[in-house]
Every structure is written in structure tokens, then in C-alpha cells.
């Protein structure tokens, strides 16, 4: 399929979600498909491992409710916060709740209760065996949500009056030199514009799309760096294919999960499957998978890596981006229980990239 | 088969799982199979309703990821609230939290976070799509916190130093007329005795199991009924089947979750499930099912009842535990969109139980 041989910087392009669009052009410019399983057991770990690894992943995922100490208020907590760190390090927020029921519930789990994870989670996935109607709940959820946010203030710097964001054209681009010098961000905190940069390509400054970035600086003297925000819009995987053993995850089921995708290309921007899943031409799906992890430093020419002893099964970047045609690792345990997980996620995003460009080449 | 035609006393008597007893004595008791799904938008509302229709409900079903306000507490919280009051009408408490996903991810979910749902829910639910370790997982979390908790004291009333509670042999009972007039419940609330009484059958006094009520009066003259505390163990039962238009449960994955619960005799309690799933001699597993509604009462010999529009599909307590066999009906909107939702439950109460009398007789 053509998707295998498009590069990130193309497909995001061509693709028609605009957060997969945004998502493709940050992998092309931090060189990453790299998505962080952060499954601590603490909020403040997770800010802390979000910080640290940020800089070289592209999606942070989480599952909110093994969480302890989540704060759940919905102006300094929790989710803000880590909103604050995906804007400074560049990086989507994906809850990996695993919809999984009818219509009428996922629709209220997603949009309601204490977590609101519609607020602070771009992107959350769907176990669809319930049936395709959770899908169009889920979508008709968002529609309602993003239509209602479009009348809040949703530009990340907003620049001598004149606002700044993803929500303007490209070709505007050139006023991003010509502006005050104090603007505010979108959590409310203002500061002097140090710099308005073009960002370009992390590694190879090269031809790459580009995403501003704007350095504030408060008052106190604390640096507020602040990427382009992403677009409003909400993004949805379905859970296509697992990497547990023995899962009941069958073709028929694996097929209606993209002719659902299909059905609602405004809301699914992709998988989290196995394999690339596009198989029409004007498919392009993004795909992500879990169950990946590298064999230890020592045996760099690995290929196998065992499971958890609880019916994880793992494989490594080469075989999944390489030869599957998936897109995004996600890699929890692998970087976490590392000495040092900052270097761990370099190596890890490091392999994935690397088997990506060969696949492209 | 045999559990058919058995009455809900006579397998409280010879079932496996202590909490299933337990829940069978109880419905013989109250002489209701009705489970309220208590799908509210706020904690306020959650609390009210268990407490209004807590007379006519075996099993109080939650979303807890639904509901605003939710007090994560685990002294004080909503939890703790509503464990008081399944105490206090004599109820389980079911969160319906379909788990689905691998095993480590799952034993997290349950037993962390900020709802920590082990703590208060006596009976959830999981997906077994992922693989059979999903329920492997489960068993083992549940095993280690019954196990810890075993050390902690779980009798609901202390009566004069000596505890009284489902732990004890019934044989123990007659000491229930001997003791002190000073009780603490095991929320620490102490007040006088007023009454220890053994309820008999609500509707038919007739040889149906005994639980023990206690009417505790506080210093305040408030009054605090308990029923005796349900045995610590804790219960999965297994989704196995839905009640959504298109879902992808097919045979084949019922028989394995048919085969997943027979190997977790002492965890899993049965399914939720559209039809009793009981083939084996041995088998004695609860059946719990939801996309249960009554027609409206002026059609009182209606069979048929529309779906909500977004996938979910209804039947009548008749059909479902007449003629599919389930023991337990799940209703959530016909009862929560009722003008008079305690007298709408009575009337879903006396359906379900009339089919299950008409099936036993
Ligand atoms: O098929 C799947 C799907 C998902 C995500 O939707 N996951 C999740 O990826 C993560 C893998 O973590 P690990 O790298 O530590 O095994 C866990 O959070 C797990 O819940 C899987 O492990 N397998
Ligand atoms: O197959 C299922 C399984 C479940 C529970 O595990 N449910 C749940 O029952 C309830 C039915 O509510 P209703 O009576 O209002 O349709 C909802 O909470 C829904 O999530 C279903 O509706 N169908």
C-alpha cells in the first residue's frame, strides 16, 4: 500500500483528519514515532516521566484510572497540566480507555463523570465488539464537544491582539515576525515573547513542514516554551488487533473495524492494531502498537523478546513500522523500568525511526 | 438444565462461590432478581437512588466513570457511602466496569487509581476479548486484597466484644439473642440495639434462608439497619454475551468464556450474558442480563419494547428469565426515566420475580 512508502511529511499532507495531519508533521520534525505507555502509579510520576521523556515522543498515552492521586479539577488539574507539557514538548495525549460498551454509556464515559476525558484527551480508542453504533456515539460526542469549543478562545499565543494558532491558514504564516512583544497562552499566562522561531526538522534540518514555537518568558523570569497548538479536533483509534495471546480479535471483527474507520474518517484517525491496516487506495489510516520492546543494549542484534508472564506478547520497531507497516510504537515497561528511561526513550525512538526510514527509502 | 428449574434457596445451598450464596439467599429473601443500573449523572443523585430503591433491588450497578462528584475517599467517599447503604437494604454492589485489556493492565485498573473499585465493589465485570489472562489476572488481585483483607476486621456489627457477622458459621446464630445493647457498625458507627432480628422471606415467610437484620439506634436517634455483611470474597462475572445491535460476540468466544469460568470457580460468579449459559452438570453460574424493559404499564400485555436508538436492543424480564433462563434482570432508563422510579422498580420487581417463580414451579 502506498502509505508503507509515503513518508510522514507527505501523508500529512494529503491525510484528511487535521489532528493526524498535526500529528504527521510533529514526527517528521522531532523525528519520532515514538509514543510513551506512561502506566505509573502516581500523578506526580507521571508529570515528572511526561517532562523528562517528552522531548522524544510524539503521543503520550495513558490510562488515567491506575493513576493514584490524579487530579481531576479541570482548570489546575491533572489534565491541564499535562495539556501545559504536550504543548511545550510537542506531543498528542492519548487515553487509552478502551470504550467498550453501548452507545448511550461510552458516550457518557468519554464526555462526562469526574475524568471529562473528552477535555484533555485528543485522541482515545474504542473496543468496538459491542457493535458499530459505539463509534457513531463516540463521534457524535465529539461533533457536540468541538462544535461548543470552537466559541472558547482556542489559540495558544495570541500575539499583539492578533491571534496566532493551528485554527489559521499556513499561508499566514509570515505575520509570525511582525508582532508585539507580550502575548498570552492559552492556560492564561502571559509573558514576553523572547522568540518567535520556525522549528524545523530535529535532525535533519532539512525539508520538512514546520510548526512555530513561540518562547515566553514571565515576569519571574520562567521560560514558557509553547508549540504550535494542535487543532480542536478530536481523534479516535479503534482497537483493531491486540498484542495480548489468545485475543478474539478475528479478521471479521478486524474488517468491520475498518469499514467502521471508514464510515467516520472525520472522527477515526486510525488503529491500534498490529499491522497497517490500509488496504483501498484512498485509505490513511495511522496506526499505532503496543507490544513492543527492544531486546537489551548487550544483544543489539536481537529479534526476540519475550512476554510479561501475563499474556503480553512483544516485538521489536524493526518488525512492527518495518514489516507490519504500523507507524507509532507504544512502548511502556520497555522505557520505564529502565535505569535511565530518558535514554531508554532515545534508543527506542532511535530503532523505530530508523526502521520507519528504511521502509520509506 | 438442572439450574433452571432449581430455586434460588436450594443453589444458595449447594453453589461454589461464597458471594453467590450469599446473593442467592438474598434474593430469595427479598424476593427480587432485579438489578437497578444506576447510570445518573452525579453523585448526589447515585446516592438518592440507591437509598430509594434499595428495597426492591438485589445488585445496585455502576458506572462510577459516569458519575460527577464522585468522592474518591476511600473513609468517607461515595464508595464508603454506598456500601453503607447496600448494608443497610441489602444489596451488591456491581461495577460495571467491563475490564478489557492485558492482564497487567487490568490488575492495575482494579485494585489502583483513584477509585481503587476492589475496595468498594463487590462484584465487576471484564471483557475477555483480550485472552483468557485477563481473567487469570483478575483472580490473582482479587485473591491477594481478600487475602491482606482478612486481616482487617469485617464484621458489620460487634455486638458486646463478641463480632457477629457472615464469616461465622450459621450454626453460631442462636447467640444473636445473648448479647450486650452497644454496637459498632464497621463504618465506626456505634449506637444502642434496638432489635435483632432474623428477616425472614418478604414476600412469602415461608422456609426460605435467614439473614440476620440489626437495628441500631445512634445517640442521636437516628436509626442504622444492617444486614449482615456479605462474605469478603470478591466476584467477576464475565462478559459474555451483549445486548447491542451487531456486537461481535459469537459463539466461539462465549464458549471460551464458559470454559474461562469453570477454570475460576472460586472468582468468577457467572456472566453477563442474554441467555443462562449453564450446559455441564456442575455448572451453577449467576446470570445477569441488561436491555431489559417492561412495555408501558397501560400495555401490560405487550411483548415488545423499542431499542433506545443508539444500538442498545430490550427484552422483558418474561423472555429473559422465562424463557432465555438468566436469573438476574439489569435495568438502567426503565426504571431512572420513570416519574415514579420507586414504584416503576417495584413493578420491574415483581415482573422479574413472577417469571422466575413461574420458570422454578
Ligand atoms: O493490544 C494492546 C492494546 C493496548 C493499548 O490499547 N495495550 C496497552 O499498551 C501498553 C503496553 O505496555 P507494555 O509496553 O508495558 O507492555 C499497556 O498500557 C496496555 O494496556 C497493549 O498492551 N496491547
Ligand atoms: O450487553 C450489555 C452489557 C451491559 C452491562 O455490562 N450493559 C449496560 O447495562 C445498562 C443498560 O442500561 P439501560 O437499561 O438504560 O439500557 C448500561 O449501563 C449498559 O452499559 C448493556 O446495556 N448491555
Redesign the pocket.
Given at each position: 500500500h502506498s502509505t508503507l512508502k509515503g513518508t510522514f511529511a507527505q501523508r500529512s499532507k494529503t491525510v484528511t483528519h487535521p489532528l493526524t495531519a498535526y500529528l504527521f508533521r510533529l514526527m517528521d520534525l522531532k523525528a519520532s514515532n515514538l509514543c510513551l505507555?506512561a502506566?505509573v502509579a502516581t500523578a506526580r510520576e507521571l508529570l515528572s516521566i511526561a517532562d523528562r521523556v517528552g522531548p522524544f515522543i510524539v503521543v503520550l498515552?495513558t490510562?488515567h484510572d491506575m493513576v493514584s492521586g490524579w487530579d481531576y479539577d479541570s482548570e489546575f488539574g491533572t489534565g491541564k497540566k499535562l495539556s501545559a507539557l504536550a504543548r511545550k514538548h510537542g506531543f498528542l495525549i492519548f487515553e487509552?480507555r478502551?470504550f467498550g460498551d453501548i452507545g448511550n454509556t461510552v458516550e457518557l464515559q468519554y464526555t462526562s463523570g469526574s475524568a471529562k476525558i473528552i477535555e484533555w484527551a485528543h485522541i482515545v480508542?474504542v473496543n468496538m465488539v459491542p457493535g458499530k453504533a459505539s463509534v457513531t456515539s463516540l463521534a457524535n460526542a465529539a461533533k457536540k464537544w468541538e462544535e461548543r469549543s470552537r466559541y472558547s478562545v482556542k489559540t495558544s499565543v495570541s500575539v499583539g491582539g492578533r491571534s496566532r494558532g493551528s485554527n489559521e491558514d499556513e499561508e499566514d504564516d509570515e505575520e509570525s515576525e511582525d508582532e508585539a512583544d507580550v502575548a498570552t497562552t492559552s492556560e492564561g499566562r502571559k509573558g514576553s515573547i523572547v522568540s518567535v522561531t520556525t522549528v524545523t526538522h530535529q535532525y535533519e534540518p532539512a525539508v520538512s513542514p514546520r510548526l512555530d514555537k513561540t518562547i515566553l518568558e514571565e515576569d519571574s523570569g520562567e521560560s514558557i516554551a509553547s508549540f504550535e497548538e494542535p487543532p480542536s479536533d478530536r481523534g479516535l483509534l479503534i482497537?483493531a488487533q491486540?498484542?495480548?495471546a489468545g485475543n478474539f480479535m478475528d479478521e471479521r471483527y478486524t474488517n468491520a473495524c475498518v469499514e467502521a474507520a471508514r464510515e467516520h474518517k472525520d472522527f477515526v484517525m486510525g488503529f491500534?492494531s498490529q499491522q497497517s491496516l490500509n488496504t483501498l487506495p484512498e485509505d490513511d489510516f495511522i496506526h499505532m502498537t503496543?507490544?513492543?520492546?527492544l531486546p537489551p543494549e548487550e544483544d543489539e542484534e536481537g529479534t526476540e523478546v519475550k512476554g510479561?508472564g501475563k499474556g503480553?506478547q512483544y516485538n521489536t520497531p524493526q518488525k512492527l513500522v518495518g514489516i507490519a507497516g504500523t507507524d507509532i510504537v507504544?512502548?511502556?515497561?520497555?522505557i520505564l523500568k529502565a535505569g535511565d528511561p530518558q535514554e531508554e526513550a532515545e534508543r527506542y525512538r532511535s530503532a523505530a525511526w530508523k526502521a520507519y526510514t528504511e521502509r520509506v527509502r
Open positions: 505507555s502506566d498515552k490510562h487509552d478502551k480508542n482497537l491486540m498484542s495480548s491500534v503496543p507490544g513492543c520492546q510479561d503480553q507504544i512502548v511502556g515497561r520497555g
